[in-house]
């Protein structure tokens, strides 16, 4: 299906989309959910931690429910026992609290109905409607067909009484895996393939997080998926594009077994974002190669990893929003979901001034032994959120590139006789010259400052031609590392079929910054605490490595706005 790039133009977010009017039909008059409460589940499989894709299918999940007043159960889909874990479990839970949604007390596990599905079965095959297969994984891919071929099946005329009884045998374990499966007596010739007599259960001899070994066969996704919705009361089963094709056999499950509701299956297109993997797969790979610092590494798509960069659940929610509700493939830019949180953190995000590549500025006419503080503002965006004070003295931290000993053409910051500049919130100086050390490094930067010209405003009216230069004093100063990501992927679309994604990786991804110097009123900043680094971009304190005697900020996100309006 061919893909669309999401422009500007599509960020205003939709009121009604296309599954709201589905759901407004089907609750209305005459609709078949008429009267009744809207009801939708959030199933995330607890192999790994979830990412922005499955951020964009919770918000319509959860989000749809809230839009009618209705109810979303969180279900676990740990009906395969490979790499599930508690871990995951937990930390799936966490993110979704933290992006502001909660699902009461309807907290399920798919595994909380192996019994009924393993009853739904047997029902199936008492009908007529499903058998024990014997092919082995290679004959059952020889025997598939092709299109205008059917599919073939030796057994698919076994007589009912030994499907049930191979059937129980398979469930006590008596098989290896692989020797046999119960598959659904569907269509052999179906155009669609999900209908050509799908696996319903296959064996596996695999320990499961919850169930133990109680279990050696478990059911498929496509079986345990809307049995689990009919059995919870679930109306609308939201879920990503690629299932559109296995709805007919989701609508056979419901229609052919004994099950209390008839839920309604609604596809949305996923959320593709450029210089990403949305594989957990992927993700995993990444982890376990030690190509990234762990699931929270702040280059990850990770919830977690976008939560410990900085990213906050106003601006991930914005930006499901604004993308929309899409019936066909897209992808988005990173730019943008990098736009939506410079929105969030310009309106809340303190300002303050830290020095990430620090040189010396020594005010010579300054008196050495006097001490001053100066005010500067908080967020001039939000009058609440008032002034602050800060230490001010002779000797000063600045940017190394707010200095050259030989400007270029257009610089309007501090080089030997060049024009005034005004330290944010103090005084203006004049640089007067700079010292160097041995290999020709500048080491230090004098200046000269104007005693009558404190403030925000120039003294005597003069017109100051140099720039404004955020500065912190030596004097008060803390030491700081600060770490600067980047893309993790250079190509666009590393996900592609025909690339390596290990090969796309950016190694320039990330770039750790040490001995940079900050204001001290950052010594006490929380992982929850947002900041404007001047002139640098919006930084938080990181939750894993940051402590009181080392101090870590991440750069969540540049000032420049990359986003193409």
């Known amino acids: 299906m061919a893909e669309e790039k999401k422009t500007m133009q599509d960020e205003a977010p939709e009121s009604r989309n296309f599954i709201h009017a589905f759901i407004e039909e089907d609750i209305g008059p005459g609709g078949q959910y008429e009267g009744m409460t809207v009801h939708t589940r959030f199933p995330p499989e607890p192999n790994g931690y979830l990412h922005i894709g499955h951020c964009k ?9 809230e839009k009618y007043g209705g109810l979303c159960n969180l279900r676990m889909d740990d009906t395969n026992p490979t790499k599930e874990d508690e871990e995951f479990v937990e930390a799936i839970k966490e993110d979704i609290h933290w992006l502001g949604f909660d699902w009461g007390d309807r907290f399920f596990y798919g595994s909380d109905y192996f019994e009924e599905d393993y009853r739904q079965a047997v029902g199936l095959i008492k009908k007529g409607l499903a058998y ?29 009484e030994e499907s049930l009884d191979l059937f129980a045998r398979m469930r006590a374990g008596e098989f290896p895996n692989g020797a046999m499966t119960l598959r659904a007596k569907i269509d052999l010739a179906s155009g669609n393939f999900n209908m050509r007599d799908p696996v319903l259960y296959r064996i596996n001899h695999m320990h499961h997080h919850r169930q133990g070994d109680k279990w050696c066969i478990y059911p498929m996704y496509d079986f345990a998926h809307p049995i689990q919705d009919a059995l919870e009361g679930i109306t609308h089963s939201l879920c990503s594009l690629e299932f559109e094709a296995h709805r007919p056999l989701y609508n056979w499950v419901i229609e052919n077994c004994d099950l209390p509701s008839k839920p309604r299956q609604i596809e949305f297109a996923r ?21 990234v610092s762990g699931w929270d590494d702040p280059r990850m798509p990770t919830l977690c990893g976008l939560r410990r960069r900085g990213y906050t659940p106003r601006s991930i929610r914005n930006f499901c929003e604004r993308i929309g509700v899409a019936k066909s493939a897209n992808v988005v830019e990173y730019g943008f979901l990098e736009h939506c949180l410079r929105e969030d953190l310009n309106e809340t995000a303190q300002r303050v001034m830290a020095v990430l590549r620090p040189v010396k500025l020594t005010i010579v006419n300054y008196p050495e032994d006097k001490h001053e503080t100066v005010t500067v503002e908080n967020n001039p965006l939000d009058e609440s959120a008032g002034t602050r004070e800060v230490s001010f003295s002779r000797n000063l931290w600045i940017e190394a590139e707010d ?4 400007p270029v053409p257009k610089y309007k910051r501090l080089f030997p006789g060049g024009p005034e500049c ?3 919130g103090a005084y203006l100086i004049r640089c007067v010259g700079y010292e160097t050390d041995a290999e ?22 003069r017109k100051v031609k140099g720039a404004t230069i955020h500065w912190v004093d030596a004097a008060t100063a803390l030491d700081a590392e600060v770490r600067l990501y980047d893309n993790l992927f250079t190509d666009a679309d590393p996900d ?14 990330l770039e750790i910054l040490t001995g940079c110097k900050v204001e001290a009123s950052l010594g006490s900043a929380k992982p929850s605490d947002h900041f ?21 900020f991440n750069r969540s996100v540049s000032l420049k706005d990359s986003f193409k309006k």
Do not use: W
């Open 57 to 65: 299918a919770l918000t319509i999940d959860f989000g749809t429910a």
């Open 132 to 160: 024990v297969c014997q092919l082995s994984p290679e004959e059952f891919k020889e025997y598939r067909g092709s299109i205008g071929v059917p599919a073939k099946s030796p057994y698919r005329d076994r007589p009912i």
């Open 271 to 291: 959320l593709g974002i450029d210089h990403t993997v949305m594989s957990k797969r992927k993700l995993r790979r990444l982890v376990e190669d030690g190509r």
């Open 403 to 406: 200095f050259l000993p030989e």
């Open 422 to 424: 005004r330290l944010k």
């Open 440 to 461: 020709g490094n500048v080491t230090e930067i004098k200046a000269e400052y104007d005693p009558d010209s404190r403030g925000g405003d120039p003294a005597d009216g």
């Open 496 to 509: 592609a079929a025909d690339k390596d994604f290990l090969e796309c990786l950016n190694p320039d991804s």
């Open 532 to 552: 404007q680094f001047m002139r640098q971009g919006y930084f938080c304190a990181d939750s894993k490595d940051a402590a009181p005697d080392h101090l870590v």
